[in-house]
């Protein structure tokens, strides 16, 4: 940690001569519950990715386009059923636990998948114009309990997104080809504003791939699909200045596969292959009510609900002896699903007390989560009961309030806290259990920003948060444990950011953010193999730096995102402290470009430069470094025949290497071009 201090105090020095010019406008600012209150960055890490770069990205997943951020990491393979996130060293495959380590939401709806040799989230990018990460556990008070790791939310695209001024209607068409796996997307997006006070967007995405090939060459085996999707959004404005707006959403992702391969977190042609159909779709109504006039009340009150499920039959492994000399449960026809209601309502207040205002954020929420997972009745088992994956029900409640108070000479403080309470109750099919069990889960944090200037600003923050025993880990017909407690990680940030225009010429802006973390996990649940029971034996300390950086100058921009993350711990009682496996390779990304303004051109290159990662506590698990870099150029002309028009060409991986990021079980993809164009009407 000596290394990463001084990186932040040489920032410190190197930023004196600048610190009288005048500040920067920042890139969209996280504070509170994710929305933009006051002119100023927070004192937690957060990074955000926008329309523009989503696009510029042209990804075929939503892993794609988290690929820049520091702590951050989308792994598993090159199959669209098989990635999973890692967040500053927590996720990793085979580990259901990680469905509270790293929360996933969709415009505020929870999200969590989980089975075995499955990925987190089935859905498509081009549904999303806005993704957000929060890292580290501060989270939890506003988004749930046990964020050891953090948080990803996914906001989809609207009306407003595509309507300009007294625009009534528009129609945006969009189509891109790829090479590798002969790669094919489609996307039609109708917006309309029917009266002044409502916006309605409907969307239709359809994306197939054939198998894509590696570095080598090599087919990656099951990596083809066929995908549609669908987005309906629509919203009404109504009261006072248009005060109050009601809108909702629903959202649909599905994909069948025939001959499939079973395993989908790496290549294992030891599991066989499965007809598998998977369906995923989120809806939510929202009220929102936030007067001008009116400080005490920025209201919003959502209910939602969201259901991932999954088919599988005619497996080539049904009835073959192969666990012990008898056929597993693994490959009979079953169903698999999560299906959660969700209700929250929180509102912000604005107090002002003699000069120093305060932003106060209060509310409840509420859940109900039911996982089945059923075979064929007079298949392998009798009844139907799946025990590694037992069905059950959870539910979940919680109040949380935090405060975000700013003082008139540069400081601002957040003190926050959540209390969650959980309820496990398994379903009928499970003989081994049938006791409920509850627990409670409190999550304070304390964070403070300082700003000595305009441009530069030091921060820090505490937060505390446990996260509560899951389903799996309760109720599983081979390790369950209903005296399981929940885990409790204890996590330190510092960190200064700076932000400055007109450094080097006229019309340039620069912004840096640098950030150490020290997280300290005890009562981790882990087992010693699938037919032992989940103890609370682990501890484990995950620390490191992340540096982030942007530049642009008009004609030229850049960016970087380097981080450094170090984890070690015990999984038994007795055992050695060793590396943890669920830690990325060092990582730097870049982006550097140029712009040719008169002629609407912007180019350039991204690459990203990875360590080897040798710190691991099984050899097997080690993987060497690599570099690899992206070639990408866009035309989207102001004026003219094309106006509101956009054409997109990169290359991925230009120099078709062969390597294997760390955590990932399969090469990634090799060479590949690919063509975007897309025109509003």
């Known amino acids: 940690m000596r290394t990463t201090t001084s990186i932040i105090a040489l920032s410190v020095f190197a930023a004196g001569p600048v610190l009288a010019q005048e500040a920067l406008e920042l890139d969209p600012i996280v504070i509170s519950a994710g929305k933009s209150k006051i002119a100023s960055d927070t004192p937690q890490a957060v990074s955000v990715v926008d329309q523009d770069d989503i696009n510029g990205?042209?990804?075929?997943?939503?892993?794609?386009?988290?690929?820049?951020?520091?702590?951050?990491?989308?792994?598993?393979?090159?199959?669209?059923?098989?990635?999973?996130?890692?967040?500053?060293?927590?996720?990793?495959?085979?580990?259901?636990?990680?469905?509270?380590?790293?929360?996933?939401?969709?415009?505020?709806?929870?999200?969590?998948?989980?089975?075995?040799?499955?990925?987190?989230?089935?859905?498509?990018?081009?549904?999303?114009?806005?993704?957000?990460?929060?890292?580290?556990?501060?989270?939890?008070?506003?988004?749930?309990?046990?964020?050891?790791?953090?948080?990803?939310?996914?906001?989809?695209?609207?009306?407003?997104?595509?309507?300009?001024?007294?625009?009534?209607?528009?129609?945006?068409?969009?189509?891109?080809?790829?090479?590798?796996?002969?790669?094919?997307?489609?996307?039609?997006?109708?917006?309309?504003?029917?009266?002044?006070?409502?916006?309605?967007?409907?969307?239709?995405?359809?994306?197939?791939?054939?198998?894509?090939?590696?570095?080598?060459?090599?087919?990656?085996?099951?990596?083809?699909?066929?995908?549609?999707?669908?987005?309906?959004?629509?919203?009404?404005?109504?009261?006072?200045?248009?005060?109050?707006?009601?809108?909702?959403?629903?959202?649909?992702?599905?994909?069948?596969?025939?001959g499939a391969e079973y395993e989908q977190t790496t290549t294992n042609a030891g599991f066989g292959t499965v007809n598998r159909l998977v369906t995923d779709l989120t809806t939510a109504l929202t009220f929102e009510f936030a007067p001008?006039?009116?400080?005490?009340?920025?209201?919003?009150?959502?209910?939602?609900?969201?259901?991932?499920?999954?088919?599988?039959?005619?497996?080539?492994?049904?009835?073959?002896?192969?666990?012990?000399?008898?056929?597993?449960?693994?490959?009979d026809n079953s169903d698999y699903a999560y299906q959660q209601y969700e209700l929250s309502l929180e509102n912000t207040s604005l107090i002002d007390l003699s000069g120093v205002e305060t932003f106060l954020t209060y509310g409840i929420s509420g859940s109900e989560q039911t996982r089945t997972g059923e075979a064929e009745v007079g298949g392998t088992v009798p009844n139907g009961f799946i025990s590694f994956q037992p069905g059950g029900t959870e539910r979940r409640y919680a109040l949380f309030t935090q405060a975000e108070i700013i003082f008139p000479f540069g400081l601002t403080v957040i003190p926050g806290v959540r209390w969650e309470t959980s309820e496990l109750k398994p379903d009928e099919l499970n003989t081994s259990f049938t006791e409920t069990k509850t627990e409670e889960a409190f999550s304070p944090k304390l964070a403070a920003l300082f700003e000595f200037t305009d441009s530069l600003g030091v921060f820090g923050s505490i937060a505390r948060t446990e996260r509560l025993p899951v389903l799996d880990e309760v109720f599983d017909g081979n390790s369950g444990n209903l005296r399981l407690k929940p885990e409790q990680a204890l996590n330190y940030e510092a960190g200064v950011s700076f932000s400055q225009q007109r450094l080097l010429a006229e019309d340039d802006e620069l912004v840096v953010k640098a950030t150490v973390f020290h997280n300290e996990v005890d009562d981790l649940i882990d087992r010693a193999s699938t037919r032992d029971p989940f103890l609370n034996v682990g501890e484990a300390t995950i620390e490191g730096f992340e540096l982030e950086a942007d530049y642009d100058v008009g004609f030229a921009f850049g960016s970087l995102a380097y981080s450094v993350t170090r984890g070690e711990g015990r999984e038994q009682p007795g055992d050695p402290i060793e590396p943890l496996n669920s830690i990325p390779a060092d990582e730097l990304a870049f982006t550097l470009g140029g712009r040719i303004q008169h002629q609407d051109l912007e180019f350039g290159v991204r690459g990203v430069l990875a360590a080897d990662q040798d710190r691991v506590a099984d050899a097997d698990d080690k993987t060497g470094g690599y570099a690899v870099f992206d070639l990408f150029a866009s035309w989207k002309p102001e004026q003219g025949f094309f106006e509101n028009g956009e054409i997109r060409f990169g290359i991925e991986n230009v120099l078709d290497r062969a390597y294997q990021e760390h955590l990932s079980n399969d090469l990634s993809t090799g060479r590949a071009f690919t063509l975007t164009v897309k025109k509003t009407f």
């Open 57 to 258: 990205e042209q990804a075929t997943t939503v892993g794609d386009v988290l690929t820049d951020l520091p702590g951050v990491k989308s792994f598993g393979t090159e199959r669209v059923l098989g990635e999973r996130f890692n967040i500053r060293g927590f996720g990793r495959d085979l580990d259901g636990g990680d469905e509270n380590r790293i929360i996933l939401q969709v415009n505020g709806v929870t999200k969590f998948y989980q089975q075995y040799r499955l990925g987190a989230l089935f859905t498509d990018p081009e549904l999303y114009k806005r993704v957000e990460v929060l890292r580290g556990p501060a989270s939890s008070t506003l988004y749930g309990s046990g964020a050891l790791g953090g948080v990803i939310t996914f906001e989809t695209k609207e009306a407003s997104d595509f309507l300009e001024d007294d625009d009534a209607f528009s129609i945006t068409q969009k189509r891109e080809l790829t090479d590798n796996g002969a790669g094919f997307m489609t996307s039609s997006i109708l917006a309309g504003r029917p009266t002044n006070n409502t916006e309605i967007l409907g969307a239709f995405v359809y994306r197939q791939n054939e198998d894509v090939v590696d570095g080598n060459g090599d087919e990656i085996a099951g990596s083809g699909f066929e995908a549609p999707s669908a987005l309906l959004d629509a919203g009404v404005f109504f009261g006072d200045g248009d005060a109050a707006k009601v809108s909702g959403f629903f959202q649909y992702w599905t994909t069948q596969e025939d």
């Open 292 to 331: 001008a006039d009116k400080p005490l009340w920025d209201l919003e009150a959502q209910v939602s609900y969201s259901d991932t499920s999954v088919t599988q039959e005619d497996s080539s492994l049904e009835g073959a002896p192969l666990f012990g000399g008898r056929p597993s449960v693994l490959f």
